[in-house]
């Protein structure tokens, strides 16, 4: 059975870090790209930034350009989002999600269950 | 960036309706849409991709269809597990976008 399971969410002050992390089992992570998508209280899914099998690929949104970076550790399968600078709107529930295939153009497939992270002083 | 729209926002309908859902890329996208239907309080669970290819387990009461920038999902015979928001993705390209959700509700 496929388990993404999201950790690292905290409450933190605007301005600050924080790296989330995301544990993988039942596939052969090192097979299949892989993505963060972050949904405000009450709002609509956003994605936040992809990553290929072996890291030659990323993408992110335009939100988080040059403050957040996804990387990951094949061999821990592992997935990570390190977020500097946070502010207020970053305040959601971040999902790790697993793409169909290795490459960046795949659709996602399944879906963690979500770590909050809010950004309050 | 390509702009996801969705139309429309909300729907009533009533158990044993068929409903359709419009998903508009503002490019073309080259059949690379999914669908993620959400319930609330639960994580996006994933339908279609490809436009048209409904996951494995999936019930075929949905179905996807389209090309170039306009797609659609439809469901039929409405049951009550399917009352729930729906979401469209483009993964053409990065930045991968999502549509703003239709949430399909009880009349």
């Known amino acids: 059975e496929v388990q993404l399971v999201e950790s690292g969410g905290d409450l933190v002050q605007p301005g600050r870090s924080l790296r989330l992390s995301c544990a993988n089992s039942?596939?052969?992570?090192?097979?299949?790209?892989m993505h963060w998508v972050r949904q405000a209280p009450g709002k609509g899914l956003e994605w936040v930034a992809g990553?290929?099998?072996?890291?030659?690929?990323?993408g992110y949104a335009a939100s988080v350009k040059g403050r957040f970076t996804i990387s990951r550790d094949n061999g821990k399968n592992s997935l990570y989002l390190e977020m500097n600078r946070l502010r207020v709107e970053d305040t959601a529930l971040y999902y790790c999600?697993?793409?169909?295939?290795?490459?960046?153009?795949?659709?996602?497939?399944?879906w963690g269950q979500g770590t909050p992270v809010t950004v309050s002083s | 960036d390509i702009q996801m729209t969705q139309s429309p926002s909300s729907l009533s309908a009533s158990v044993g309706d068929t409903v359709t859902i419009t998903c508009r890329a503002s490019?073309?996208?080259?059949?690379?849409l999914a669908w993620f239907q959400q319930k609330p309080g639960k994580a996006p669970k994933s339908l279609i991709y490809?436009?048209?290819t409904l996951y494995s387990g999936v019930p075929s009461k949905f179905s996807g269809s389209g090309s170039g920038t306009d797609y659609t999902l439809t469901i039929s015979n409405l049951q009550p597990e399917d009352f729930a928001t729906y979401f469209c993705?483009?993964?053409?390209?990065?930045?991968?976008?999502f549509g703003p959700g239709t949430k399909v509700d009880i009349k």
């Open positions: 039942g596939f052969s992570f090192d097979d299949y790209a």
């Open positions: 993705q483009q993964y053409d390209s990065y930045p991968f976008t």
């Open positions: 490019q073309g996208i080259n059949h690379y």
């Open positions: 490809a436009a048209s």
């Open positions: 990553i290929s099998w072996n890291s030659e690929t990323v």
């Open positions: 999600a697993k793409s169909r295939k290795y490459h960046f153009a795949s659709p996602i497939d399944a």
